[in-house]
């Protein structure tokens, strides 16, 4: 294995191939089941679909622990998507390691923002 | 650099970096490379879209008056941008939900059932394009009020 440590150590990449790969195809499918959970609601609701439908969906305490699930797996599938995206096109280690930062920053301010809409229903 | 002798065989092309627009559209996929090119730019599309995708969640579950201005988006569009263009941002984003989804299935059923034959490629990826853009003309013909 060549030298990945001291001023060799590289500081941007995946290094844990398995792990992520395996973890973006169980966050894959918890997405799956969330979006067939959502779908059968909308389909088996009578009439047209008002606030009040639509927002009941997410009420009970489960649909909630569901969701919030679903908004970490969300995260850290997309973590690892841009990141593969970085990784192949951005060369430069600067501007890979600003973007990857970046990506981090933004999808936490997201999922905060979604967690917090989540529980005002 | 000298010129080659006459004699000499001719100079064999060098393939080194891809010109993305020198090369690129000049290159022909198999249906299996579209699924998977778009498989990434669905990916990279819904999460440059994010904040307006929580925005919607955002909105359509908060209230019933935040619950109108959602719908008013749709009507009469959103800050400076006209109800057409709202609209066209959702039926990529529609678009990009079902590729990247049918497509991620299509990845997990051939990493279960290690079904990787080059026959079963092509015919899955092409399933996978025209679900897809049949589901997502449905779905944006609903939301442009066809029917």
């Known amino acids: ?121 | 650099m000298s010129t080659p002798h006459p004699d000499s065989p001719p100079i064999r092309p060098e393939f080194r970096n891809i010109h993305a627009l020198r090369d690129l559209p000049s290159y022909r996929l198999p249906p299996a490379g579209w699924v998977s090119i778009l498989h990434r730019v669905s990916g990279a599309l819904m999460f440059v879209f994010l904040p307006f995708i929580i925005w919607m969640f955002d909105t359509s579950i908060s209230s019933e008056y935040s619950f109108a201005r959602f719908n008013s988006a749709f009507n009469n569009g959103l800050w400076f941008l006209p109800a057409a263009v709202v609209k066209l941002v959702t039926l990529a984003l529609i678009w990009a939900y079902l590729h990247h989804l049918i497509a991620g299935l299509r990845h997990v059923y051939m990493d279960v059932n290690h079904a990787v034959s080059k026959e079963f490629g092509r015919s899955s990826a092409l399933f996978t394009l025209a679900l897809s853009l049949t589901l997502t003309a449905v779905l944006g013909a609903k939301l442009f009020g066809l029917y």
């Open chain 1, 1 to 121: 294995m060549s030298v990945n440590f001291g001023s060799k150590r590289i500081v941007v990449g995946a290094h844990y191939g398995l792990r992520d790969w395996l973890a973006q195809r169980v966050t894959a499918t918890l997405m799956a089941l969330f979006t067939a959970v959502v779908l059968l609601h909308v389909i088996f609701s009578r009439g047209p679909i008002g606030y009040a439908t639509w927002a009941g969906i997410f009420v009970p305490q489960w649909m909630k622990a569901l969701t919030f699930a679903v908004i970490l797996a969300l995260v850290y599938h997309v973590w690892v998507g841009m990141r593969d995206i970085w990784m192949d096109y951005i060369k430069p280690l600067g501007l890979r390691l600003s973007l990857q930062v970046a990506t981090i920053v933004w999808l936490v301010a997201c999922a905060g923002w979604a967690i917090q809409v989540l529980w005002r229903v």
